[in-house]
């Protein structure tokens, strides 16, 4: 799995200044709107802009996921700089999107440095403030022992990932659905390590002088290691910048409560279920991309959450379809070893297997594009193990790509985040600062210098370095 690696040390980037900066501040906050709320807020909130069943007397309710849903399409909006934006006075505006995604190695040859990229992001692997200088030097040792593990998976999918091709032709679609709307807007692709990286995406915008952006990362649920990584590399870009720090911008956080999506995703379920001889007896098995479990106890990411409120949702509009197969959720792609959410894909499909399930339909919940995690660890790593487990009968939900009823949901999501666009303030604010556990953080540091010191010394690791360079 390329898309998550261990968790050293958490770390909270919601904090109530709008800002999307790393903080050592231990308070939980969770995204709602243009604004984020800390536990303590969380009932004096009463806000819903979800069309669907009404949640008021379930379960997932009491956990406070409808503060989740009160996103108004999870939209935030930077706040406004001091000074009035230069373009608010332009009569002809030019619309730019910009669609954000992890991005993939196109060949074997980009599969340890694009390993590399991920594993330098300091919201993948967390390091103590003081051992952040080894960063890269792990990043490099990382990179070089999983290379030939992962080009194995990439050579069994064709040789690479086919995501920037695939996110290439959402982002055409999603230009033609603005069309059809009467909305003319130039649609960008930005990459978090790998081509066209974001900061590519970002001077192409500069270039075609666009005058509001609308940003839609590619990920139907926020986490702080997938959204939140790209936006605060957006924030830096555009703090450092007179021209973008002006620039009216409005970010989709997150959109999997948005009913389109929900729709969309229960017209593919339940068009795989017809494909089953008795589509009433499988087994729908939701699996989503994991997180380190620090993320969520200790960073507030609301992953988690919106993930099961996601599942409720979809499952709901199954049910108003008449469609009330068992459904369960678990959590694929954990590296590293730390904890990460459970249950785990793996375990749990040998668990039902075991259990006398004969029927069962994969379901890439957190996927919008197929991949190396859809392509080679679902269809072929969980389905040999499930069958192996007793399972007879395996299906598997396509990723949405392209679908119509999915783009054009974006669009409508673009075209109603438009009017909450406002110029990225500047703030000169040391995030890195705030409040702290002394006594952790040293703890951390401690046995963060031991695990550094034992890497940098192990042999395999040493002459897998050495062999690298030469």
């Keep these: 799995m390329e898309a998550a690696a261990a968790s050293l040390s958490g770390s909270n980037i919601f904090h109530r200044n709008y800002r999307f900066s790393r903080s050592i501040n231990r308070r939980r906050y969770i995204a709602s709107g243009s604004r984020y709320f800390s536990n303590s807020d969380l009932n004096t ?5 979800f069309k669907g069943p009404n949640l008021s007397n379930v379960q997932i309710q009491k956990r406070n996921l409808r503060l989740q849903m009160n996103c108004a399409l999870g939209v ?30 196109e060949t074997l040859n980009d599969v340890q440095p694009f390993l590399y990229n991920l594993f330098a992001d300091p919201d993948i692997i967390r390091l103590p403030r003081l051992l952040r200088f080894l960063q890269r030097p792990l990043a490099k040792l990382i990179s070089v022992l999983r290379a030939p593990k992962s080009k194995e998976g990439y050579a069994a999918i064709g040789g690479g990932s ?15 659905a603005l069309e059809a709307k009467n909305i003319r807007a ?8 790998w081509f066209p990286f ?39 870009i555009f703090k450092e ?77 199954l049910k108003a379809r008449g469609i009330g197969n068992d459904h369960t959720l678990a ?19 040998v668990e039902i297997g075991q259990k006398g399930v004969k029927s069962l339909l994969a379901v890439p919940i957190s996927f919008v594009s197929e991949h190396i995690e859809t392509l080679e660890e679902i269809d072929m790593e969980y389905k040999h193990l499930a069958l192996e487990s007793g399972i007879k009968n ?69 002459l897998a370095f050495r062999n690298s360079l030469l």
């Design 198 to 236: 974001t900061e590519e995406a970002i001077e192409q915008i500069k270039r075609d002088r666009i005058t509001k952006l609308v940003v839609l990362p590619l990920y139907p649920q926020f986490s702080i290691s997938t959204t939140g990584s790209s936006i605060r590399v957006l924030e830096r």
């Design 76 to 105: 935030c909006t930077f706040p406004e700089n001091v000074m009035e934006s230069h373009h608010s006075h332009i009569v002809e505006e030019k619309l730019g999107v910009l669609l954000l995604n992890l991005g993939g190695p």
């Design 241 to 317: 910048d007179a021209y973008l720090s002006r620039l009216p911008v409005s970010v989709i956080l997150s959109w999997y409560q948005r009913q389109g999506y929900i729709n969309s995703m229960a017209d593919l379920i339940e068009k795989e279920l017809g494909k089953f001889a008795k589509p009433e007896e499988v087994m729908i098995f939701f699996s989503a991309h994991g997180v380190p479990v620090s993320y969520v106890e200790e960073a507030g990411d609301p992953y988690k959450d919106q993930m099961e409120e996601c599942i409720y949702l979809i499952m709901q509009e």
């Design 394 to 462: 395996w299906g598997r939900v396509p990723a949405l790509g392209c679908n119509s009823l999915f783009i054009t949901d974006l669009a409508d999501a673009v075209v109603e985040a438009l009017p909450s666009a406002k110029a990225l303030s500047a703030s000169t604010e040391n995030d890195e600062e705030a409040e702290y556990d002394p006594l952790r953080y040293l703890v951390k540091m401690f046995f963060g210098s031991i695990l550094a010191f034992l890497l940098l010394l192990t042999p395999k690791v040493v």
């Design 331 to 349: 959590y694929q792609s954990r590296v590293g070893p730390v904890q990460w959410l459970k249950p785990y894909t793996d375990e749990v499909l």
């Design 45 to 49: 909130q009463n806000h819903s802009v």
């Design 186 to 193: 130039n649609v960008y692709v930005g990459m978090r390590y």
């Design 162 to 176: 086919p995501l920037r091709k695939i996110t290439d032709e959402q982002a055409d679609a999603l230009r033609m």
